[in-house]
T-cell receptor, first 113, second 114 residues
């Protein structure tokens, strides 16, 4: 299984600002995913990030709001831009294992005031 | 498009009793099925998965699940639960070789009482 770390683990931000979340994997992976888990809710996919290509966003998520970088096979960032209280969530990155399972990072707990 | 329905939002059960957490899915293509567990303030941990073959799959911590294609279900079971099993459980599907991202159910909170 892959070991995934995320930074920061939590943050409290003011509305209108931006936060960049980092995701680091201990091995090279092709596909990385970013999910959002709103308070008391399930996980919703934001985008799929493959190295060397632009991220693919799900319906309801746009690049201007959630820009993603994938500079190499072990690292990705997600930026939450122009934040509002509705962006308060846990943001998780994941990677695909060798048999279609996904491994998740510990998450970044974001609170927007 | 895929969808996952977890029929119970909360399941209270006494310690050492058996438990079943229900999951039904909908998809126009063959799917791969997963159960994840999320302990309080932690990330998601894979419990088990079904890709193909035997419909009864065993996972970690004594959990098992049975894939039923005709009923489009993938229910999770444990014959005897412990206090430490208290957590949120998520059922998820993917298209495997197609759309690789996971579609999650709404989750079931398992509350094990002494």
């Amino acid at each position: 299984s892959a070991v995934i770390s995320q930074k920061p683990s939590r943050d409290i931000c003011q509305r209108g600002t931006s936060l960049t979340i980092q995701c680091q994997v201990d091995s090279q992976v092709t596909m990385m995913f970013w999910y959002r888990q709103q308070p008391g809710q399930s996980l919703t996919l934001i985008a799929t990030a493959n190295q060397g290509s632009e991220a693919t966003y799900e319906s309801g998520f746009v690049i201007d709001k959630f820009p993603i970088s994938r500079p190499n096979l072990t690292f990705s960032t997600l930026t939450v831009s122009n934040m509002s209280p509705e962006d308060s969530s846990i943001y998780l990155c994941s990677v695909e294992g060798k048999a279609y399972e996904q491994y998740f990072g510990p998450g970044t707990r974001l609170t927007v005031t | 498009a895929q969808s996952v329905t977890q029929l119970d939002s909360q399941v209270p059960v006494f310690e050492e009793a058996p438990v079943e957490l229900r999951c039904n899915y909908s998809s126009s293509v063959s799917v791969y099925l997963f159960w994840y567990v999320q302990y309080p303030n932690q990330g998601l941990q894979l419990l088990l998965k079904y890709l193909s073959g035997s419909t009864l799959v065993k996972g970690i911590n004594g959990f098992e699940a049975e894939f039923n294609k005709s009923q489009t279900s993938f229910h999770l079971r444990k014959p005897s639960v412990h206090i430490s099993d208290t957590a949120e459980y998520f059922c998820a599907v993917s298209e495997g070789t197609g759309r690789r991202a996971l579609t999650f159910g709404s989750g079931t909170r398992l509350q094990v009482q002494p």
